[in-house]
């Protein structure tokens, strides 16, 4: 059974920076496609960044140049480092993959970005 665990979230000021975790069971990282969405009050759900299993990462415009994704594969964890922080940003952050035609997601860990 495949579950994610996200943790790493909480209140910070503009301009600080916050790492998000993601830790997985029942899938190998490493071998799947990781992402991190948010959604903020009253709006959709977002794309923020994604890594493959190769290693090659993305990130949404908006987040571009502040936002990295990265992965540790001995710790099964995937981590989205955030800095630059803006009020914007403040939403809750969830760990996502697809495994089997199947969309996993984690509990999501809020942050909020005071101004």
């Known amino acids: 059974q495949v579950q994610l665990v996200e943790s790493g979230g909480g209140l910070v000021q503009a301009g600080g920076s916050l790492r998000l975790s993601c830790a997985a069971s029942g899938i190998i990282l490493s071998i799947n496609t990781m992402r991190w969405y948010r959604q903020a009050p009253g709006k959709q759900r977002e794309f923020v960044a994604r890594?493959?299993?190769?290693?090659?990462?993305a990130v949404a415009d908006f987040v571009k140049g502040r936002f990295t994704i990265s992965r540790d594969n001995a710790k099964n964890t995937v981590y989205l480092q955030m800095s630059s922080l803006k009020p914007e940003d403040t939403a809750v952050y969830y760990c996502n993959t697809l495994r089997e035609l199947i969309n996993y997601w984690g509990q999501g860990t809020q942050v909020t970005v005071s101004s």
């Open positions: 890594i493959t299993s190769s290693g090659n990462t």
